[in-house]
């Protein structure tokens, strides 16, 4: 998936090990507030459990590394290739995505059991020292996928947890810092020219993000922070949700077929507005930024604000500016999502962290776009149709993961990953 | 429920609280083979979870007796009122059955030490020995609601292991004895004439048992055993699944519907036919009665065999001639369907055990019918509509619970139940 | 279908012939008032467009009749075997029940056209005066078939007007008389004993009532109207919509899932109460009979009013005392539904005509029950389950196609069948 | 909608009245070979009777036209604003689309006066020759609206009489001349750069066309013709509807779901491949280009033939360079679709006609895009999301209708449009 590591990154047999046990780790912590129904439950097709989270990864180290390069290597269960196969039609069958939650067995322990197996194949690989190119960067690529992975265990988990009429929280709360006003919204300015688009070559990147190719821009303005809880809750309250005019077609027809009336999560109680978050039901908090917004509902927004959203990139010129600097998932430091210190998540440019931001991108191959080969081919490339770009990472990715030239997508009704928001305009 | 406890069952508060005491420890009996996980997952909108099962008769307990009658008692929890009610509409909301798979919280220990404090508070109020006989009756009527749990636990749980393509087992298998030969098929005669059908008042019995009442009954003549699964195996084979001919339209409908092309849980394997079983799959044994049939398949076979089925009240007036004797659910010795003892599961007369029997009345009220005051008339009378009764009780049936006048009821095309059929024919 | 023709029915081929004509002429009538468009489209799986109606009575002749019968007959177009066949699985294939509104071709005059074809073939072989009486008896069978669809055609037409924004009116209104007052609700007691029930082969029925047999009835009382509009009006003003202890838990899923809050057609205009009709939106009469309710309607004003529905054992009872006399389908005079002349519609012991009366009795085969021979055994057996009985007929069944023994069947939530009832109540 | 009408287009209100005549009539011609049954039926939720869209088109102008600029005027019918509104909410309500072809009256005479009511008021106000710029762009708008619903009426009946068994023509056969062979297909190249693309601002354009802007587009190649039925065949026939990898997986997913094996209207029959068109069943010429397949099948062939879809822009930078010429609905003339005279199908460089071509561009709005103001700003601009872009025109489009910058858009699972595809690659 890429052609020249980075220094940095790779180095040598041994950073790549030290990284290959930070990451697995950091998936291990991350289920250690969970019980093993927590881990076993699906609640919708669209999120998985846990527990299959936690095999799926490692599935894809024994199935893409070991199977290759490990001589000798047994596998753990002959049943998982397809157990645990996502959509990788090139290795074989899938059990259905819909039915994961149906899987009782194996239980939390043997998946746990099915990843210490693995680690100490790949621990060994790693250490021998003379891993192949080729192999390190599928190594590194099995990395970004768990990254990915964690990033939807909290998604997954926090989706669960709605649904209970407990309200149970998976963390503790942090305590919020006193956010005493919003900067006020300015507009970035950019001159119209041609400019260069997607992966340098300097480091990981997926095969979505090449090749590096030209796109002209006409001038634009980009705002400088994020829409705000407070801002769209004007919108909510100025009627958004019920008039048609503000939204696509598409937009409209699923808030009035699914009930919509504000993002997802919010919800009034005693009057007042609260949102449920990873430690359970909170007050809403008017100068964070608004999260778990769909792209017609950032859409409707942006219209209703008379500006839109930026284009991918659009957001890419001015992401490539400034350094991928934001609230983000810190590995070894667990605490997604918690609130950002007074005035951090308003400085100026920011442009990673805390929200995904929708952009009016759909998601399409860029020019000379080549699938990486094999099974892995089927990555990134097999969904380009129907979704939308999201740009900048949000409080629960990892910081390691993201960069200004990665392409998130997500189908335009899909609100339960962290997804909000900035508003773009003509020049 | 009731209106005259029989000497045997009551007796004396002591018995009562001992017989609270067996059929509460053989519901948590039933789930010790299961995981966290076996407890949590719902496998169907008609099936529950086992955690939501160890819940709902707890509740049971506490809402129908505890409120009212043991002064001073605190709830569990608050939330759980509404969390584990099924369908008692004059209790107040329930938690949606087909979401009862999407709470992963409270986990399996808080469960039980929920148990725990309503059987404290249970043990007491039966301890003190001066309970009234109305309460008394309630106390009763939530141990043969449990033990309807009881059954459906094992339904449930054996479904929902069915769809893990691990096939795992609840139970081990026990050693299956050397059935030789199906005792020749035989018609017992009964004459025409007036029978008192519906329950004597002689012990427990639901509300939809009675009153007691006459029915003018032809003459008629009922199979001597069970269908057996070599019989359904012969309509099988003669393409009974593709002749639109013996069929009721509905279930042919159904059978195209869904692509049934055989009982639930039969499935062929290396070319013989094989069963999933809670002792996972075993080979298909020809001379036990067939299992998990819809009432529409033993509706078509019966056309076929030139039979039909039994109405409610020719079963009901056999099997008040006959001792209940049959293969169920031994308390304190759970071995759910175990292979029969040689030659008994064809004993002549075998009407109870073993399999529920299908017969061709729909669920409705007797003559006469009054639903219980309050809402335990929920229990029972709301359901009397597009249902079929059958008779007899099954393999995990627990013993006590069954009678000759038992209605059980289910959905022409549900299948999960342990139901099979016997044929009758008119005389 | 039939065993002993009666003297008056048959008695010459003559008599037959005369009846075909009048039949198949008042199937045309009813089509008069209709367009090209209006007898094409289909307004739901359950109903079937005009055209397709004229062309399955027509087909029915054709297969049961002139292939078997009339040597040298030639089909109208071969096509027509699969496409107007209903559900005759001997016969071969069908069109898909729910695509019948999709079929703008053979156009209107074809239908007509080949009415005219086999009505030339039908009178060519009744003319010829020696029918055997076997196929005399599937001619009847025709003709009671076509009669049956000539409710449907009133019931799907005013269905299908019923969602055009239009409201646009089948026929003119008629002038309603002034009804000032219903007779008050009597109970009529009936003791218990033994009864006959069924069919006594006297002249044309369906093979679903027959054999006549014994069934013991306990005392009952059965109400000397029909409930009225009003009534039920004041049902649906004490909150009966809103009750879940009056409905059967089918029901009030049914009732909520659907969003019901009255009978089917009624609807509040300008702060009264209306009806739609087959002459357009009129003014709800408090003193006709309650229509369009589906059974779950009836069973909860039922429950509500402290009676119950009769069961049709206790219908039949009660019909066979007294005249087939009512509000009936007038051939040669055709007025659907006009208003009753004053006091006839409250007649004591009026028991047929007006509405169809659901019963509390599913639609199950009588003891000893034997579907006709061939193909024609599919025309009722094969839709014993999930139904439920109704007797007695409505305005829109032709007066000679009713009798005491007469069996209707609708699922339990169907309502636009012309369906009302009466209350019963035990002794 | 326009900015600058063109001489030739307008030049005088003459002119326009005349065009509106043509057009109007064209519609009507369109509409003389079918029923009433034929105009009244809806086949599927995307389509709509001729019934309706013969009175859209009609609603159009009145409303738009001359309820704002026609004092004096009066409504046809009051209802009608409500029925034959599409999806303009800034009008109002809207009849449910999927509900169409429930509305057997208005007839279709009374469609037919509906239209000649309006077509007096418009001929009487384009008499007037005072018409101001702005109301003659609508009435331009409106003709244009009209010719794409000229082109809906042929999709529809088609779709319509595909699902009749007996096959339908909707006009005769035109003789099929001897197509001897496809021309190789040849790669025309483009070189990179800045393209203009959009609107010049010389006719008649969408909104949606404008504004006029600059893309960089890489060098690029382009097949000189469509691909065509034989070539897709060899898809077919290669496995390619069961091959995963060469489809997305919304793509594969819409496959399995369905059932798709060819492009729609294709059939096997008697061992040959035909395809069902507006004359019928026809044998499947191999010359002709591939029609009716979705934007999945256009990009999977490309795919397997180891090329890719164009984008839009390429599309519009190459059909620029050439004039507007291919085998189109020619008014005065209709013969949609007539098999093409020898050759011209493959004539080099033809990009317009025959079929849409599908591109890989999803539909978007460009940058500095506005909305026309008012309710017809909802003309295009909802629809931008999740759907494709269609280049060209097809057999079915109007001549006048089409140019080099039109944006035709679909959904990516539809075919029943006449869709097709070219070929492109990275050059």
Known sequence: MRSQP??????????????????????????????????????????????????????????????????????FHDSFRVLYNSYYNAVGDQHPRAERGLISRPALPDILAYRAHVDRAMAALLERGDLREATASVVELGLHHEQQHQELILMDVKHLLSLNPLRPAYRSATKQPDLTGTQPLRWQAYEEGIRWIGDRGEGFAFDNERPRHRAFLPAFELGSRLVTNQEFLAFVEDGGYERPDLWLADGFATVKGKGWTSPLYWEKSDGAWHEFTLAGLEPLLGNRPVCHVSYYEADAYARWAGARLPTEAEHEAAASEVPVEGNFLEEGALHPCPAPPDGRAQAPAQLFGDVWEWTQSSYAPYPGFRPATGALGEYNGKFMVSQMVLRGGACVTPRSHIRATYRNFFAPATRWQFSGFRLARDA
Request: glycine share 4%; with cysteine; aromatic share 10%.
């Open 6 to 75: 980075s220094r940095e990154e790779v180095g040598s047999a041994r950073s790549l090990e030290r990284r290959y046990r930070e990451v697995r780790d950091t998936s291990l912590d991350l289920a250690k507030p969970l019980s093993p129904e927590d881990c076993a439950l699906q609640s919708m097709p669209d999120a998985s459990p846990v527990k299959w989270h936690l095999a799926h990864t490692t599935w894809f180290f024994e199935t893409f590394v070991l199977e290759g390069h490990a001589p000798g290597y047994r596998h």
